[in-house]
């Protein structure tokens, strides 16, 4: 029986895991780095410097491209809903101008309710996902190294990891805020489906 309730609140309120207090702390990075920076000092070899910057550059370039995907898709839940949401608004004047039951109005009052506190939801987590928060960049600052040809190299290597490990985190906090944000989208998308047929019903059929 609980497992039905569960099954039945998730349908209509999902509440996935997502970690609201995952930011990153600017000295818990350096800490955690520090210690990772001898390891792959000690691991990485001369020869295999220049396939380690590739490898590095690529998986850099991967994570700016997760986090690009995920702002574009919350801005696209945005301005979808915004559409969507007018399109309700001026449905509503082609119900109520008729003369049809209360009862039906009452409906039509209770599925925008509905559809309003979903898009608010869907906002919400979607204007979490385009927060900026603590997110670290490859500066100038940070290729402006004195030293030979090697020692370049693996400073960079370092700066990268530095990078990507301190982004991870507000990055898959992006990712976990976007799928929220999805799934309140994909039931207000339903909510307008269903007051898009009974507009159609009423309009034509009564």
Same mark, same amino acid.
């Given at each position: 029986?609980?497992?039905?309730l569960? %099954? !039945?609140?998730?349908?209509?309120?999902? !509440?996935l895991?997502?970690?609201?207090?995952s #930011? +990153?702390?600017?000295? =818990?990075?350096?800490?955690?780095?520090?210690?990772?920076?001898?390891q792959?000092? @000690?691991?990485? #070899?001369e020869?295999?410097?220049?396939l380690?910057l590739?490898?590095q550059?690529?998986?850099?370039?991967?994570?700016?491209?997760?986090?690009?995907?995920?702002?574009?898709?919350?801005? !696209?839940?945005?301005?979808?809903?915004?559409?969507?949401?007018?399109?309700?608004?001026?449905?509503?004047t *082609?119900i109520?101008? %008729?003369?049809i039951? =209360?009862?039906?109005?009452? @409906?039509? +009052? *209770?599925?925008?309710?509905? *559809?309003a506190?979903?898009? !608010?939801?869907?906002?919400?987590?979607?204007?979490? +996902?385009l927060?900026?928060g603590?997110?670290?960049?490859?500066? =100038?600052?940070? @290729? =402006?190294?004195?030293?030979d040809?090697?020692k370049f190299?693996?400073?960079?290597?370092?700066i990268?990891?530095?990078?990507?490990?301190g982004?991870?985190?507000?990055?898959?906090? %992006?990712?976990?805020n976007?799928?929220?944000?999805?799934?309140?989208?994909?039931r207000?998308?339903?909510?307008?489906?269903?007051?898009?047929?009974?507009v159609?019903?009423?309009c034509?059929?009564?």
């Open positions: 029986m609980n497992k039905i569960l %099954k !039945l609140r998730e349908l209509v309120w999902p !509440l895991e997502v970690d609201d207090n #930011e +990153v702390s600017d000295q =818990n990075l350096t800490a955690e780095c520090e210690a990772s920076e001898v792959t000092i @000690i691991k990485i #070899e020869e295999n410097l220049d380690a590739q490898l550059g690529k998986i850099y370039q991967e994570e700016e491209d997760r986090r690009k995907g995920t702002e574009s898709k919350a801005a !696209l839940f945005i301005g979808s809903l915004s559409l969507a949401n007018t399109i309700v608004i001026g449905a509503n *082609l109520w101008g %008729k003369d039951p =209360n009862g039906v109005i009452k @409906i039509s +009052v *209770l599925i925008s309710v509905i *559809l506190i979903y898009t !608010l939801r869907t906002v919400w987590f979607s204007i979490k +996902v927060e900026r603590i997110y670290h960049v490859l500066g =100038n600052d940070d @290729i =402006n190294i004195p030293g040809k090697n190299k693996r400073e960079i290597l370092l990268f990891f530095k990078i990507i490990k982004n991870e985190d507000i990055i898959n906090m %992006k990712v976990s976007l799928v929220m944000a999805q799934e309140y989208y994909k207000a998308m339903f909510v307008i489906c269903l007051y898009a047929f009974m159609f019903y009423f034509f059929f009564l």
